[in-house]
């Protein structure tokens, strides 16, 4: 068997509609209709159109600096805007330059900050009230047609993994794989964005709602996700010798232009994102056998790209 | 803020009811009865009778010998018992001595064998039919009460994540963290256990009923989690340098007893089990403000404990 064979076909999917809602993408074509073959993944987004895509914005990006490469989140000041000017501050200050990655749980998260809460934190503030969810009124929000465990509607918005519930007019981020969320004591209101972690397993959907969710996770996920998994309770690195050092954390807009790393992102409110949920909730490639015809919201990816387009690049 | 406190709650949870139905634990008690005060997980497996775990069965249990140590996966042969006879043949070859994991894809596989394919097999077969599903009829499923993005029923079987469709009478396990597949090519038929896979990111479901799953990893799943991610396509180690090499692996009943790792794991067929899901699907803690309300079966991980019952191990 050629190894590179197996699962060849799983990062494609195939395409039944690509300019119609996409809970009716999976019906039968109506009378007189036909579909398009289907597509792939790949082939949704080799023919995705410049505006399909838009460049991450460097004023809500952050640089985190480790010894071993750069992570780069992109932040939601829409779901969280006073946690996100925190922390943006705080990097402003420098002040998690020289602080630590502390824990690695496995299947679980990565976190970092300031083990002792001591560090001072100039004009930030120490702690803020809790932005775990806000009214859906004006969220671009992109539904998924199919049915989540934990929420009544799921979707995107703006890139963003998303809840919605109609009936109370809320929505909330949730904890998939490479989201970034506040730490926090008993108190809803006392986390502020010191202390900050990736998910890094399964996503954790009942701290939906329970944690501020600032952003995600664009690039060098790897670099979070194959670190070593602590010892300690919770997988705290019991001994200070074991964390790892966090360089430097800046705002993107800050670092010289130079120095930035340019991404772009596939838009989550158009035809060709419809296309793209639709290759990934029925995959009818060769290798595929028995379709999904659903999708979980933490199974759509959001794609990532160098700006000169050559590559996604998670 | 003290680090330890961020999350100290996440990993308990609470309990409605020990001696009831899972799907009754949510509703209200009824007249007359008082559910008795909520407890955590840690307090439901501290109170759990010695009939509540069960010995892991060395007769279906591999040891994985990496550099870096033991990882044990416990087979299924209730689902694939062709695969895991021949995995056990395999291994009792000695077939997978001086092969490597080859491919580390971020929240997604790592991958192991032989990428060549062309070590001889000698006993065992090198192809086999499929065991993507089989009849649900005399499989001691444990039903979750919540519903499901991607099957109509999902549960428990003997420990496993499964998922089952009453109206076909069809059950099959799924891709939840750390569970082990076949790889194989377009041919459904094309796989046999020369090369394995295990899931190291968010539960990839669109693979369940396309691949063959055979086991899970019980002990020593962070060995495989941090493995670097390989730079080739689909994360594959470019580089025969960069692969990992496997030491042995072997069946754990004919390894001498004295280097056994001795496991005990929860039983899912009973009342305590029960009790263990619904302290996951509400937990109550302070730290908690929105109990969740329901559980994704991928994320009820089954517990592990040495024999000596000491200390959960996963």
């Known amino acids: ?78 779901f969280a805007p006073h946690h996100v000017a925190n922390i943006e501050a705080l990097a402003r200050e420098h002040y998690f330059d020289g602080l630590a990655i502390v824990r690695s749980q496995d299947n679980y998260v990565v ?47 703006e890139g963003f993994p998303a809840a919605r519930d109609p009936k109370f007019g809320r929505a909330w981020l949730v904890h998939c794989y490479g989201m970034v969320g506040v730490g926090r004591d008993n108190d809803v209101d006392s986390g502020s964005g010191t202390e900050l972690y990736a998910v890094i397993g399964q996503a954790p959907r009942h701290l939906d709602r329970n944690a501020t969710l600032v952003g995600r996770v664009i690039q060098g996920m790897n ?12 997988g705290f690195y019991d001994k ?12 993107a807009a800050d670092v010289p232009e130079s120095q930035r790393t340019q991404l772009q992102e596939l838009r989550t409110d158009t035809a060709t994102f419809m296309a793209y949920v639709e290759s990934r909730r029925n995959r009818h490639e060769e290798w595929f056998k028995v379709p999904a015809g659903r999708v979980d919201v933490c199974n759509v990816p959001v794609v990532v790209r160098s700006a000169s387009g050559t590559k996604a690049s998670r």
């Open 111 to 157: 976190q970092w900050g300031d083990p002792d809460g001591k560090r001072p934190v100039g004009n930030a503030h120490r702690t803020l009230a809790a932005e775990f969810e806000r009214p859906s009124r004006g969220l671009p929000f992109t539904v998924l047609p199919d049915p989540d465990t934990y929420a009544s509607e799921t979707g995107f918005v």
């Open 223 to 234: 670099l979070l996700s194959t670190l070593p998994r602590g010892s300690g309770e919770m």
């Open 1 to 78: 068997m050629a190894a590179m064979a197996v699962f060849a076909a799983s990062l494609v999917g195939s395409l039944a509609a690509a300019s119609v809602r996409v809970a009716a993408a999976a019906e039968e074509p109506a009378e007189g209709e036909r579909a398009p073959p289907p597509r792939t993944s790949s082939e949704v987004l080799e023919s995705a159109s410049p505006a399909d895509w838009r460049p991450v914005d460097p004023q809500n990006t952050l640089y985190m600096e480790l010894p071993s490469g750069r992570v780069i989140i992109e932040l939601a000041p829409m």
């Open 240 to 251: 200070p010798s074991e964390r790892v050092p966090i360089k430097s954390v800046r705002v």
